[in-house]
């Protein structure tokens, strides 16, 4: 009971932030009771062992507490790691088209969830009722796509060297996978990641990001509903030095696949490192468009407003950087600024609200302080939005005017480091090869774009842009679920989520050689006599 009032009484990151940004929370008093939620753990719902909870808060009003989950310790992280050790045999015996047919069930059920889960994460995270059912979307169109990998899998045969001996590749599970996700996308990162390796036969441990875990709650109730059988998906939730941390840590995890910053992901690579663990990342970005001379200015326009200020900036592949020739730059730039500001912010669950609120304070904290960076050290022009909106409807919320920085140079700060808010840059160029230039010129490689009529400036810049992602007049937002999804350099360590080329992280070849000619015949590589 001590430990149950004390757990209540615990500030957690969510509403200790809500503190720091100029409130506790309530209104006239004690907050609202909320729902309370438990760790997913061999098919049994149940609380953390030490007992405690944090609270989930709306960050478009931090006196709505969405609910009170399990702070997560080791102790949490072991045994269900225990647990997803103890089912890996009979999932990965099960056929695979069998394991997919689980999985179409769970998609049926996100289909019928749909309204609700949006909602749900609308609350949670705080992007628009639109963008949250996009999320749900992509969990579905996942699950339909990868499931439909049951029947695939597909190994390959290949002549072997002698005769009467045949030669094949056959994928297999790797094992155990510990999945851990940021807040952004908080049903469809998940599931990049669940629906892969459950199809592939693999038992995850997932641990969800501590602002959202409602969102992955409810993909794991839906495997729960689905048949999904007991042990092959946990959850643990809470912080990730506390909960993510031992799970990377953890000798019986074979693979971390990780979606969220890129220090971070440093830190991951690093414990993988240390036992020889693979370790798929999936880390920042600084993503670009480039708009030509001949390109359709409102088409760029639309692009730029749609890829800077959807989930408010809050997208690994937003554009926080636009590259405009001189000679469209005062057009462009002037109906980028008009359009920015007049975006509709306020609670992403209202109709008619085109931008929601940032995640948290710090958030909030980190992003006007690169505004202050843009201003004030980088002496890049201000041209719209750049403040904090704190009263009337978005007294109790985080909530930050779009904004747009004009005359940028490729090398300040604002051009160089991620933001991760509604923030972008419009930087001038003068011709193609200096855009490409600086389109490349960051530490990133996530997604491009450009904007151009002509077909052989669009070609050079796919073919130049060092990125994992390009797009022709269209904005550096909107990945479909069947291609590869992934970026170069600081954004990533090779790998790629989605497409069919997610199964080459969840999976291991293995080859086999069947030889039937009933005696010893040596491959070349062992062609030694010892006579
Ligand atoms: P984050 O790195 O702070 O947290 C991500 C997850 O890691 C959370 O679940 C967190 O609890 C956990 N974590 C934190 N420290 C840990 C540790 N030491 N050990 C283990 N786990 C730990 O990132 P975030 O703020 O949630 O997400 C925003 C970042 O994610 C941005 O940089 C964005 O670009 C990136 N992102 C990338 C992609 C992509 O596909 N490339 C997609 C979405 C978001």
């Known amino acids: 009971m001590a430990q149950a009032k004390k757990a209540l009484s615990r500030t957690t990151k969510k509403s200790a932030r809500a503190g720091a940004a100029g409130g506790n929370g309530t209104k006239g008093g004690a907050r609202a009771a909320s729902k309370t939620y438990s760790n997913y753990i061999g098919g049994e719902w149940v609380a953390a062992a030490g007992g405690e909870y944090f609270e989930n808060v709306n960050p478009a009003d931090t006196r709505d507490v969405v609910g009170r989950f399990p702070v997560s310790t080791a102790e949490d992280v072991n045994r269900a790691v225990a647990a997803a050790k103890a089912a890996a045999e009979g999932w990965r015996r099960m056929p695979a088209p069998r394991r997919a047919e689980i999985l ?6 996100l289909i019928r969830d749909k309204d609700s889960h949006s909602a749900d994460m609308t609350r949670e995270m705080g992007k628009v009722l ?50 851990i996700t940021p807040w952004n996308f908080p049903m469809a990162i998940p599931s990049w990641k669940l629906i892969p390796a459950l199809v592939c036969g693999n038992t995850v441990v997932i641990k969800p990001a501590e602002d959202t875990p409602l969102s992955t709650y409810n993909l794991v109730k ?35 696949s990780f979606t969220g910053s890129t220090e971070t992901g440093r830190l991951i690579a690093g414990a993988c490192a240390d036992r020889n663990a693979i370790c798929s990342l999936e880390l920042g970005g600084k993503n670009v468009i480039i708009v030509m001379d001949d ?20 997208r690994c592949t937003a554009s926080s950087r636009i590259v405009v020739h001189k000679k469209v730059y005062k057009k462009f730039t002037q109906k980028l600024v008009e359009r920015a500001a007049n975006l509709r912010v306020g609670d992403g669950a209202n109709a008619n609200t085109d931008m929601g609120p940032v995640i948290n304070a710090a958030a909030v904290h980190k992003i006007l302080g690169y505004i202050e960076v843009g201003e004030k050290q980088d002496g890049a022009k201000l041209a719209t939005g750049g403040k904090r909106l704190t009263t009337g409807a978005h007294a109790n919320g985080y909530f930050i005017e779009p904004t747009v920085f004009t005359d940028v140079a490729p090398d300040m700060r604002i051009a160089q480091e991620e933001i991760f808010g509604p923030v972008t840059a419009v930087i001038p160029t003068n011709n193609l090869e200096e855009a490409v230039e600086i389109a490349n010129g960051v530490r990133y490689g996530l997604s491009a774009a450009i904007y151009t009529q002509d077909v052989n400036r669009a070609f050079h810049a796919m073919n130049d842009m060092y990125t994992g992602i390009f797009y022709v007049n269209s904005s550096t937002i909107g990945a479909e679920v ?11 360590n090779g790998h790629r989520e989605a497409g069919t080329q997610v199964l080459d992280i969840f999976t291991e070849w293995k080859s086999v050689y069947v030889d039937y000619s009933g005696k010893l015949q040596r491959a070349q590589i062992d062609e030694v006599s010892f006579e």
């Not at 990868?146 to 060297?161: Q, S």
């Not at 390109?295 to 408010?312: K, M, P």
Request: aromatic residues 8%.
């Open 104 to 109: 179409f069930r769970l998609g049926n059920i």
């Open 130 to 179: 639109k963008e949250t059912g996009g999320d749900v979307q992509e969990a579905i169109d996942c699950t339909f796509y990868t499931a439909g990998e049951g029947r695939r899998l597909h190994g390959y045969t290949t002549p072997a060297e002698m005769p009467d001996k045949f030669a094949m590749c056959v994928r297999q599970p790797v094992g155990l996978c510990g999945l």
């Open 222 to 256: 839906a495997c729960e509903e689905a048949g999904v059988p007991k042990g092959v998906v946990n959850m643990v939730t809470g912080y990730g030095a506390a909960a993510g941390k031992p799970l990377t840590e953890h000798r019986d995890v074979r693979l971390i």
């Open 295 to 314: 390109a359709d200015v409102d088409l760029a326009v639309e692009g730029a407003v749609w890829g800077a200020f959807g989930t408010s900036g809050q």
């Open 482 to 492: 069947h291609l590869p999804f992934g970026g170069t350099k600081a954004t990533g």
